[in-house]
């Protein structure tokens, strides 16, 4: 998806309601949702933090990397498709362009994608070490 079709699809939908992003009920199903879709476009490495605990930043980041910057971008679409069509949309993404690291903000999930050595670069793993890894099992 280009950046002019991103913004055109950004600006068209409407504000979230009460039922939307805001909540945390939603934020295990938008985890489940984002995942997936990463893991359709053959994202490596998939990882979920809990970070409530440790941050009023988000309450989740999902974690994932790709062989190539082609194939994060990929990722990157994907997850938006898949959440704009259940009624989450993306508040702002950012590295789009060169797709090393693609941060996608969703209010209380935050999605990193990354290019495998980039990924290494910057660990957010172990930056992010006190949040809790949540188990595949548990999404």
């Given amino acids: 998806m280009d950046e002019v079709k991103r913004r ?31 893991a359709d ?5 998939i990882k979920i933090i809990d970070i409530r605990k ?6 989740y980041f999902i974690i994932a990397d790709g062989s190539n910057p082609n194939q994060v971008q990929a990722m ?10 259940a009624g989450y949309p993306c508040r ?4 789009y362009g060169t797709a090393n690291w ?5 209010g209380d999930m935050i999605v990193h994608a990354f290019c495998r050595e980039d990924r290494l670069f910057y660990d957010l793993e172990r930056i992010w070490r006190d949040g809790k890894l949540v188990e595949e099992s548990d999404v």
């Avoid at 504000?15 to 805001?22: F, I, Q, R």
């Avoid at 476009?41 to 490495?45: E, T, W």
């Avoid at 440790?54 to 309450?59: E, F, P, R």
């Avoid at 702002?92 to 590295?95: R, S, T, V």
């Fill in 76 to 85: 990157v679409d994907n997850v938006e498709e898949v959440l704009g069509k």
């Fill in 41 to 45: 476009k053959k994202g490596q490495n």
């Fill in 8 to 38: 055109e699809l950004a600006e068209e939908k409407a504000a979230p309601d009460s039922n939307s992003v805001e909540h945390l009920a939603d934020a295990p199903e938008m985890v489940r949702l984002a995942k997936e879709a990463l």
């Fill in 102 to 106: 693609i941060l996608m903000d969703y």
């Fill in 92 to 95: 702002q993404i950012e590295g």
């Fill in 54 to 59: 440790v941050s009023v930043l988000a309450d």
